[in-house]
């Protein structure tokens, strides 16, 4: 019986002793799934540009040319300063790519149903 009752206050105060650490990580995961939403990157090659690397810190509102060097990411600037025209481009781009999602997941309904 005593090693029993030694074995649950073990248990419980391990349990005491992690739970900050688990809440710690909870808040941590929660803070870097809402940091990558926030973070996109459109990159690709453009007649206009040709090869471009755009990032945005804010869900797309704002983009800047962005290069990676040495696992350091390298703001130039401004993506229209750095690229003029290229947020037009991307952006029809963009919709293209997403009307296309758009038909292709209405072809696969009608085909299911």
């Known amino acids: 019986m005593y090693k029993l009752v030694i074995g649950i206050l073990v248990v419980v105060a391990l349990a005491l002793a992690l739970d900050p650490h688990y809440q710690?990580?909870?808040?941590?995961?929660?803070?870097?799934?809402?940091?990558?939403?926030?973070?996109?990157?459109?990159?690709g090659y453009s007649q206009l540009v040709g090869d471009y690397?755009?990032?945005?810190?804010?869900?797309g509102k704002m983009w800047y040319a962005a290069e990676t060097k040495d696992k350091a990411i390298i703001i130039?600037?401004?993506a229209e300063d750095v690229y003029p025209g290229i947020l037009s481009q991307t952006a029809g781009m963009e919709a293209a790519i997403q009307q296309r999602k758009e038909l292709q997941e209405t072809s696969w309904q009608k085909n299911t149903n």
């Open 76 to 78: 130039q600037g401004r």
């Open 24 to 43: 710690q990580y909870k808040a941590d995961k929660q803070e870097l799934a809402e940091h990558r939403q926030q973070m996109q990157w459109r990159v």
């Open 53 to 59: 690397k755009l990032l945005s810190l804010d869900g």
